[in-house]
C-alpha cells in the first residue's frame, strides 16, 4: 500500500496570482508573484500523470461531502483579475482541459484599484533609473530591480502608498498602465467556458475585518452585483483578499487540505509561490505537510 493511498480521500487547493513565460520571468522584480508558464505546464501533465483529478470549487465541494476513500482530487484558482489570467493561464488550462476558478476582483475590470505593484514593476524593469521621493536611484541590474521593488514595496506598505507621486516624478500614465496589466471585462466575458469557474473576490480587495459591518456587506454585496451586471455571472464563491453574503463557499489564506465534510466558509488554500519551481515540494502540499507545519508553527 502506497503513503498517499494511506492518506485516504483529500484535495488540495492551490492558488497563484500570475503568470509568465520563463524567458520574462526570470528579470521580474518581484517574480515571486508569478509561476513560471513552463513549469506551470509540466506541473498539470504531472498531476494527471500521478493520478490527481481536477476539479472546480463546486465539485471539490460535492467530493468533500461524500468523500470516498481513494478520492484525490485538485483545484487551480486565480485570484485578482490580471491581463495575463485571459492571455496565458486561461488557455493553459484550456489546452490541458483541467477546470479553472477565476476569483474577481470587481474593481480591477472596472479601473477603480490602482494597480501600483503592477506599475512599479513594469517601470522598474523597463528603465535603468527611478524617481523615488525625489531621489534618482540605479536600476541597471536584475538584481538592482529586485531589491528596489522590495524595499519600496515595503515603504509603501509601512506609510503613505506613494504611487501616484512616483507615477508623475518617471512620467508614467497610470491609466495606460492599468489596462496593460487588469483584465477587462470584455476579456472576462471571452473566458466563458465550461471549464471556467468564476468566483468572487471583493469589489476593493478590501481587508473584511477592517471594515465596518454595514461596509464589508456592500464591500460583498456591490462586487457580487457587478458581475451580474457585466458578464450575466452568479458568483457562488467567494475568496477572501486577505487572512457570507449568499455564497456557497470562502476560501481563506490558510494552508492545508481537504478532508471529509469540511467548513465551506473556511476552506484551505495553498499559495502557489513563483521562487518554488520544484514538484517535491508541491507534492508537500498535496499530502497535507505544509499545512500541517503551518499549524505547528503557529502560522494559521
Ligand atoms: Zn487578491
Known amino acids: 500500500m502506497s503513503i498517499s493511498s494511506l492518506l485516504g480521500s483529500r484535495g488540495c487547493l492551490f492558488t497563484f496570482h500570475r503568470v509568465a513565460p520563463s524567458a520574462l520571468w526570470r528579470t521580474l522584480p518581484n517574480r515571486d508573484f508569478y509561476i513560471d508558464l513552463e513549469f506551470f505546464d509540466r506541473l498539470l501533465t504531472y498531476l494527471r500523470r500521478t493520478g490527481w483529478t481536477f476539479v472546480t470549487i463546486d465539485e471539490a465541494l460535492r467530493r468533500a461531502g461524500c468523500a470516498d476513500s481513494e478520492d484525490r482530487y485538485v483545484n487551480f484558482s486565480v485570484d485578482d483579475g490580471y491581463r495575463d489570467?485571459?492571455?496565458?493561464?486561461?488557455?493553459?488550462?484550456?489546452?490541458?482541459?483541467?477546470?479553472?476558478?477565476?476569483?474577481?476582483?470587481?474593481?480591477?475590470?472596472?479601473?477603480?484599484?490602482?494597480?501600483?505593484?503592477?506599475?512599479?514593476?513594469?517601470?522598474?524593469?523597463?528603465?535603468?533609473?527611478?524617481?523615488?521621493?525625489?531621489?534618482?536611484?540605479?536600476?541597471?541590474?536584475?538584481?538592482?530591480?529586485?531589491?528596489?521593488?522590495?524595499?519600496?514595496?515595503?515603504?509603501?506598505?509601512?506609510?503613505?502608498?506613494?504611487?501616484e507621486a512616483f507615477c508623475a516624478q518617471n512620467d508614467i500614465d497610470p491609466e495606460?498602465?492599468?489596462?496593460?496589466?487588469?483584465?477587462?471585462?470584455?476579456?472576462?466575458?471571452?473566458?466563458?467556458?465550461?471549464?471556467?469557474?468564476?468566483?468572487?473576490?471583493?469589489?476593493?480587495?478590501?481587508?473584511?475585518?477592517?471594515?465596518?459591518?454595514?461596509?464589508?456587506?456592500?464591500?460583498?454585496?456591490d462586487g457580487r452585483e457587478r458581475l451580474m451586471q457585466m458578464i450575466g455571472v452568479e458568483a457562488r464563491h467567494f475568496a477572501f483578499p486577505y487572512g457570507r453574503a449568499g455564497f456557497s463557499s470562502a476560501a481563506t489564506t490558510r494552508t492545508g487540505i481537504i478532508r471529509r465534510r469540511p467548513d465551506a466558509f473556511q476552506l484551505p488554500r495553498n499559495t502557489l509561490n513563483g521562487g518554488h519551481q520544484n514538484l517535491a515540494l508541491i507534492e508537500l502540499h498535496l499530502n497535507g505537510f505544509t499545512g500541517a507545519a503551518a499549524r505547528v508553527l503557529g502560522r494559521v
Open 85 to 163: 489570467t485571459y492571455e496565458l493561464v486561461v488557455p493553459l488550462f484550456r489546452r490541458h482541459g483541467v477546470p479553472i476558478t477565476l476569483y474577481v476582483t470587481t474593481g480591477i475590470p472596472d479601473g477603480a484599484i490602482p494597480l501600483w505593484w503592477a506599475g512599479l514593476e513594469e517601470t522598474l524593469l523597463r528603465r535603468d533609473r527611478v524617481v523615488v521621493d525625489n531621489h534618482t536611484i540605479d536600476v541597471g541590474t536584475a538584481a538592482a530591480k529586485r531589491r528596489a521593488y522590495g524595499q519600496i514595496e515595503r515603504a509603501w506598505s509601512a506609510a503613505t502608498n506613494g504611487y
Open 176 to 221: 495606460a498602465l492599468h489596462w496593460r496589466h487588469a483584465i477587462s471585462w470584455q476579456m472576462l466575458a471571452e473566458c466563458d467556458d465550461p471549464l471556467v469557474e468564476i468566483g468572487f473576490h471583493g469589489a476593493m480587495h478590501s481587508r473584511l475585518s477592517a471594515l465596518q459591518r454595514s461596509a464589508a456587506l456592500a464591500e460583498l454585496r
